[in-house]
């Protein structure tokens, strides 16, 4: 595959439409206009729609093998929500610290350029302001995943002058980009509010500007959320921008984020068909939801189908030495059809988000911390369509349920957690966060890198250890991974940037247990 800077570098050479690629041919470039001609596919739009549809498909990656590594392997494991389930992932895998470069490299060599060329790609085909702002909504949410697995990255300068060895940002940088970046589309945005585009063009909201424009507000206040403890003033002046902003945020279901799938669901996919399903639910989320009785477990998960006991919904532990035999197929699993639409964000999220701005004292929230904790509890509960939301808020004894493993061999003694779900005012600040990101976890199910983010940046949710950890010493059992290695080709292609970045900017040693910025628990 080739590397991003070449990448970028040929594009002014380049030509055709970019289409959803396997991430070993990404230049693969489709050119079939359908038999029409130029002019035609200009009016029709053609050239537009797979642009930005192509771009929009490498958010939460659509293509399967990316999407394998990146969503289940990766964040999957991090976050709490999914458990390798393939033994032949053993000693060499995210949940036990030891990714080989091919895992780790994904996010880096294969997202980072197809989100530069495919967003360079819409500008290219279209001089309109609407579809350039989305596009810009788009990759800001894109690399803000990248730049939270890794640390430092190059984005402001890949390309500069032709260069094909490309300078990393800081993480700091990083995120003043994509603000600046962010800022500049909701202003484009919110002076064209009845400029609505193509429906063709948008897996997402169908053309809607208003939609797009409430996206990239709530989008600006989690990344301002992001950088809450490492840079409180910046943080809070991109919060309370997106709070005030007069189109507002992402209240309603209706204006979730989701993208369609272009063929057929990646989760699907990959939790049902490769090997009979190489990821399984995690025991960290079952226990949550089973110990507070959560009537959205048969909404996420089919039940486990262990023929002794109770069939209830049993995840599978992360970070194990994964058994051989078909009884690891017995776990729960995720409930996911082949046409399910993908989360990129939600009003439960928005409502967490705007829960905890309460909490810190930013201004124009709207309503209390309590509120809005209570108003994402039970969006959630309209989302996934469960019932019984007002009698799950109002429990005070309910807590995470210890993991009793259905083989025997992955039990865990107590609770990470003795977190309640019932708001309480005399709460300490820590248990009233512990609570907030509790139940925003559950309710982002399955946006795993978003969840492991979190959890670096607050501590929350408290999960359970690996069993596994072969790191060798360089990622705490306890702390858990706090971000991936840069790839290999990055030391043999682009040594000194790297090295400019591991010294300057990424201030520690470039492995997984090494904090990005913004990471302070």
């Known amino acids: 595959m080739k590397r991003y800077k070449s990448l970028v570098f040929s594009m002014a050479v380049l030509a055709g439409v970019l289409q959803q690629s396997c991430t070993k041919n990404f230049l693969d470039y489709n050119t079939d206009g359908r038999g029409a001609t130029p002019e035609e596919v200009q009016r029709d739009g053609y050239i537009l729609t797979s642009a930005l549809t192509g771009l929009q498909a490498w958010v939460v990656p659509l293509d399967v093998n990316t999407n394998q590594f990146v969503e289940c392997l990766l964040g999957g494991s991090f976050s709490g929500y999914l458990a390798d389930s393939n033994n032949g992932f053993n000693g060499k895998n995210f949940a036990s610290y030891n990714p080989e470069n091919g895992w780790a490299r994904v996010a880096f060599n294969d997202i980072i350029p197809n989100i530069i060329i495919r967003h360079k790609k819409v500008k290219s085909v279209t001089n309109e302001p609407v579809p350039i702002a989305v596009a810009d909504v788009i990759k800001v949410m894109a690399i803000s995943r990248v730049t939270d697995i ?16 490309a300078p990393y940002d800081s993480q700091e940088e990083v995120y003043n980009k994509l603000f600046e970046e962010l800022n500049a589309a909701i202003k484009v945005l919110s002076e064209n ?77 990959i939790m049902y068909e490769y090997n009979n399903g190489d990821s399984r639910v995690s025991a960290d989320i079952t226990s949550f939801m089973n110990g507070y009785a959560d009537p959205r477990r048969e909404k996420y998960f089919t039940p486990s189908a262990f023929t002794t006991g109770t ?60 509120s809005n904790y209570e108003e994402g509890i039970k969006l959630s509960f309209e989302q996934w369509g469960a019932s019984g939301a007002e009698s799950y808020l109002a429990n005070t004894s309910n807590r995470p349920d210890s993991y009793v493993d259905p083989m025997g061999q992955f039990s865990y003694t107590g ?38 983010s979190e959890y670096r940046r607050t501590g929350y949710p408290k999960l359970m250890e690996v069993m596994q950890n072969n ?19 990055e030391y043999t292609e682009n ?15 470039d492995n997984m247990g090494t904090d990005v910025w913004w990471a302070k628990k």
């Open 150 to 165: 890794y640390g430092p990255i190059p984005y402001s300068k890949i390309g500069e002058n032709g260069a094909l060895e």
């Open 193 to 269: 509010l009845q400029q609505n585009f193509s429906p063709k063009a948008d897996n997402v909201y169908a053309g809607n500007v208003v939609k797009w424009l409430k996206l990239a507000n709530s989008l600006k206040l989690r990344l301002a959320m992001r950088i809450s403890n490492v840079s409180p003033q910046k943080a809070k002046e991109m919060g309370e921008q997106a709070l005030q902003q007069s189109t507002g945020l992402i209240v309603a279901n209706a204006d979730n984020a989701f993208v369609k799938p272009i063929n057929r669901n990646p989760f699907r996919v």
């Open 311 to 370: 069939n209830g919904f049993f995840g599978l532990r992360s970070g194990i030495q994964i058994p051989s035999g078909n009884n690891i197929k017995l776990y729960t699993n995720m409930k996911v059809d082949e046409s399910d639409d993908i989360l990129w964000m939600n009003a439960a999220e928005v409502a967490f988000l705007k829960s905890e701005a309460a909490l810190r004292g930013w201004q124009g929230v709207g309503g209390t911390a309590q």
């Open 415 to 452: 609770t990470p957690s003795r977190i309640t779900i019932n708001w309480s005012e005399a709460a300490t600040q820590a248990e009233k966060m512990e609570r907030i990101i509790t139940q925003k976890w559950i309710a982002n199910f399955p946006l795993g890198i978003e969840a492991w």
């Open 471 to 489: 790191s060798g010493g360089l990622v705490s059992t306890s702390r858990m991974a706090r971000r991936l290695a840069y790839p290999q080709e």
């Open 495 to 509: 040594s000194k940037n790297v090295n400019d970045a591991v010294t300057n900017m990424l201030k520690g040693a």
